[in-house]
Structures are given as structure tokens and as C-alpha cells.
């Protein structure tokens, strides 16, 4: 099957890239820089695009299998620390998902063999803010930045259900992995002896297995049943400050060094949304659906990853 991925030269595309070419698919990845596609499977073939339109690429959706969409510039930033959200920076954000979205809807509809299903990527940020409940894909989207940029990415190709084209919207928590994202970082202060709590320690972590989110979106893609939203999170979300205890246990390291909570305010400004507040989410859809996590449990994600360098 042909599976063409945007945003392909990121952390999940890579992961996601090199398992399906493993199984013998034909990958196509998107990438508005080739110099971003070093390290991939020889066997995966890149293609360039602008990220706004369908020209020069567009053909290859004819006959595509599936489409997986994770374009879309990062929330973070692409450096070791997160950058803050300047103006220009939320514009970039917003623009790169609803413009990304509207040339793969745009392909889509010139393609005479249409694919059978897209996979849209977007966050957990959909929910905004959230105390102890759990929350689930019925829950109603928040109102903060990050909650209208997730609404505004998962609409961006929603017209493609009017194609006929099967639609799942996955809504990604925080995505464990060593060798990219926010583990690393996160992980650091414990290496050095002083990790701890963030914040009040409270704010619930939605997190998942790097492993998972490629064997959910596989799962998602094979399943013809599979439509709508899915919270692609770990069955179990902890409190920031039992998560940090998880860090330390795994790396055999303390935990119990605070880290004010203001300081990443003054540090990051609106971003540090990211560490100090959270959402209890729970994948009900998936549980439901008979789907079965790798790694469900966060002690037991974080030794593997320690050990193991995914």
C-alpha cells in the first residue's frame, strides 16, 4: 500500500516512516527540506512541497492508500528549549496546519483514485486546561491557543469525509522518546541529580509511548470501522509530580528537587501552558475498540526508552 506522510522528517513521521517501509509498503514523505531527511530508511522516497498547495506532488495521491497528516510547525519550537509564543510565532503555528491541511484536501479532490483513509494528527491541547476528571473525546474543546489551533488543524481537512474518504483524528499527548520531543529535557534535571516536581505537581500528564503512537496510527489506518476522534494516550496519565517519580525511578536518580512554577512563566511566558497546566485524558475510544497498548504503564515506558535509545 501506498502511504504518503507529511511532516515525515519529525519525531512520529520518522517512527511511523520506517515501521511501514519495514512491512514493504511504498512511503512517501513530504518535507518542505530535503536537508531535514537524513536518517531515513533508504527505502522511503521523499518528496518536496510548499506546505500550501498541491503542485508539483499531488499526482501521487492518485491510487494512495492512506494519508497521514502531521504537518505542522512546531508548538515548542525546534530547539533544545521551547521558544515562546511571540505573535508572528502563534500566526506561523496556525498557518502551517490550516495550510498544510488545505493541500492534501486539495489533492485529494483531483485524484481520481482517491485514498481510504486519512489519519489527521492534532493534541490534547483540543481540551484546554483540565482539573482530575477524566477526560475523553466527548469532552468539549477549551478556548485558550492552544485548544482553537488544535480545532482549526483538525477542521483543515474535514472535507475530505465529503469525498468519501474515511477520516480518524488522533489527538496526541505528550509522545515519550530519547532521542527527540520533550523527554529529553524533561528528563535532564533528574541525570544531574535535581529533577523533581513542576510547578504544584499536580497538573495531570497525558503521555504515550513513542512505540504506541506508531501502532495506533497503524491500528487506526488497517481498521476500517476506525472514524472520528481518538485520544492517542497511554490508559494511564499521572500527576506531574508521580511522573517525575516514574523519571527518577527509571534512571535510578531522586526526585524530590521542586521546580517553581513561576520561574517557567517568567522563562517561557503563555507556553509555559505545556508544563504547568494539564488534562486527566483517557483513550476510551481505543480501549473500547480492543486496541492494546505496548506500554501502559509510565515506569515501564521510561525503562525502555532509558535503556533501550528509541
Same mark, same amino acid.
Given at each position: 500500500m501506498r502511504v504518503i506522510i507529511t511532516g515525515g522528517t519529525g519525531l512520529i513521521g520518522r517512527a511511523l516512516a520506517k515501521s511501514l517501509a519495514k512491512d514493504q509498503h511504498e512511503v512517501i514523505v513530504l518535507s518542505r527540506n530535503k536537508n531535514k531527511t537524513n536518517g531515513l530508511l533508504s527505502g522511503v522516497r521523499v518528496e518536496v512541497w510548499d506546505a500550501r498547495t498541491a503542485a508539483g506532488w499531488g499526482s501521487l495521491m492518485d491510487g494512495a492508500?492512506?494519508?497521514?497528516?502531521?504537518?505542522?510547525?512546531?508548538? %515548542?519550537?525546534?530547539?533544545?528549549?521551547?521558544?515562546?509564543?511571540?505573535?508572528?510565532?502563534?500566526?506561523?503555528?496556525?498557518?502551517?496546519? $490550516?495550510?498544510?491541511?488545505? %493541500?492534501?484536501?486539495?489533492?485529494?479532490?483531483?485524484? %481520481?483514485?482517491?485514498? +481510504?483513509?486519512?489519519?489527521? +494528527? +492534532?493534541? $490534547?491541547?483540543?481540551?484546554?486546561?483540565h482539573g482530575d476528571e477524566d477526560v475523553t473525546e466527548a469532552t468539549p474543546g477549551g478556548n485558550d491557543f492552544l485548544a482553537e489551533t488544535c480545532k482549526i488543524w483538525e477542521d483543515a481537512t474535514s472535507e475530505v469525509e465529503k469525498l468519501g474518504v474515511r477520516r480518524a483524528i488522533i489527538r496526541l499527548g505528550l509522545v515519550l522518546s530519547s532521542i527527540g520531543g520533550v523527554l529529553p529535557l524533561q528528563s535532564l534535571p533528574f541525570k544531574l541529580f535535581v529533577g523533581g516536581p513542576i510547578g504544584s505537581g499536580k497538573q495531570q500528564t497525558p503521555w504515550i509511548h513513542i512505540d504506541d503512537v506508531v501502532h495506533g496510527i497503524r491500528y487506526l489506518m488497517d481498521t476500517p470501522s476506525a472514524h472520528g476522534v481518538y485520544n492517542l494516550t497511554a490508559p494511564e496519565p499521572l500527576p506531574n509530580a508521580a511522573f517525575g517519580r516514574a523519571i527518577g525511578r527509571a534512571l535510578g536518580r531522586p526526585s524530590f528537587f521542586p521546580a517553581p512554577g513561576f520561574a517557567f512563566k517568567v522563562a517561557f511566558g503563555e507556553l509555559s501552558t505545556l508544563l504547568l497546566d494539564g488534562q486527566r485524558v483517557v483513550p476510551k475510544r481505543l480501549q473500547e475498540s480492543g486496541f492494546q497498548f505496548h506500554y501502559p504503564e509510565a515506569e515501564g515506558a521510561l525503562r525502555d526508552l532509558f535503556q533501550n535509545h528509541k
Amino acid at each position: 500500500m501506498r502511504v504518503i506522510i507529511t511532516g515525515g522528517t519529525g519525531l512520529i513521521g520518522r517512527a511511523l516512516a520506517k515501521s511501514l517501509a519495514k512491512d514493504q509498503h511504498e512511503v512517501i514523505v513530504l518535507s518542505r527540506n530535503k536537508n531535514k531527511t537524513n536518517g531515513l530508511l533508504s527505502g522511503v522516497r521523499v518528496e518536496v512541497w510548499d506546505a500550501r498547495t498541491a503542485a508539483g506532488w499531488g499526482s501521487l495521491m492518485d491510487g494512495a492508500g492512506a494519508v497521514v497528516n502531521l504537518a505542522g510547525e512546531s508548538i %515548542a519550537g525546534d530547539g533544545f528549549l521551547p521558544s515562546r509564543w511571540t505573535p508572528e510565532r502563534k500566526r506561523r503555528i496556525r498557518d502551517s496546519r $490550516v495550510n498544510a491541511g488545505s %493541500a492534501i484536501t486539495e489533492a485529494i479532490k483531483a485524484a %481520481a483514485n482517491k485514498p +481510504s483513509v486519512l489519519i489527521q +494528527s +492534532s493534541a $490534547v491541547g483540543f481540551y484546554g486546561p483540565h482539573g482530575d476528571e477524566d477526560v475523553t473525546e466527548a469532552t468539549p474543546g477549551g478556548n485558550d491557543f492552544l485548544a482553537e489551533t488544535c480545532k482549526i488543524w483538525e477542521d483543515a481537512t474535514s472535507e475530505v469525509e465529503k469525498l468519501g474518504v474515511r477520516r480518524a483524528i488522533i489527538r496526541l499527548g505528550l509522545v515519550l522518546s530519547s532521542i527527540g520531543g520533550v523527554l529529553p529535557l524533561q528528563s535532564l534535571p533528574f541525570k544531574l541529580f535535581v529533577g523533581g516536581p513542576i510547578g504544584s505537581g499536580k497538573q495531570q500528564t497525558p503521555w504515550i509511548h513513542i512505540d504506541d503512537v506508531v501502532h495506533g496510527i497503524r491500528y487506526l489506518m488497517d481498521t476500517p470501522s476506525a472514524h472520528g476522534v481518538y485520544n492517542l494516550t497511554a490508559p494511564e496519565p499521572l500527576p506531574n509530580a508521580a511522573f517525575g517519580r516514574a523519571i527518577g525511578r527509571a534512571l535510578g536518580r531522586p526526585s524530590f528537587f521542586p521546580a517553581p512554577g513561576f520561574a517557567f512563566k517568567v522563562a517561557f511566558g503563555e507556553l509555559s501552558t505545556l508544563l504547568l497546566d494539564g488534562q486527566r485524558v483517557v483513550p476510551k475510544r481505543l480501549q473500547e475498540s480492543g486496541f492494546q497498548f505496548h506500554y501502559p504503564e509510565a515506569e515501564g515506558a521510561l525503562r525502555d526508552l532509558f535503556q533501550n535509545h528509541k
